[in-house]
Structure formats: C-alpha cells, structure tokens
C-alpha cells in the first residue's frame, strides 16, 4: 500500500457531526468517509490520479 500523507483539517462542530453521522451509517471512520467523498469528487471531476500498473505502455 501507498504511503499516505497526514494534514490537519478544520471543520465546523455541526459540519463535523453530520459528516460523524455519514461515516457511522456507512459503517466508515470519519477519515475512511473523507477519503471517499475526495476520491468521488476526483472521479466525478475527471482528475482521479492515474494509477500505476507496473506495465509499459509503449
């Protein structure tokens, strides 16, 4: 697995419990929500990172 990188956040008290609320009935940690939500967003704006596949694409 890819190292990940660590960044605070802040974020409003009732932004923070509604999000708390989406992760608990995904049965999702906060941070395992935000990670979703981010990588949705990146597909859904066409700038998911490409992912290497250790092939050469000559």
């Known amino acids: 697995m890819a190292k990940k990188k660590s960044f605070v956040l802040r974020v409003d008290p009732e932004q ?32 998911s990172p490409k992912k290497n596949t250790g092939k050469d694409n000559k």
């Open 16 to 47: 923070y419990d509604a999000l708390e609320r989406w992760a608990a009935d995904e049965f999702r940690s906060i941070n395992g929500q935000l990670e979703w939500i981010i990588n949705q967003a990146l597909k859904n704006a066409g700038r």
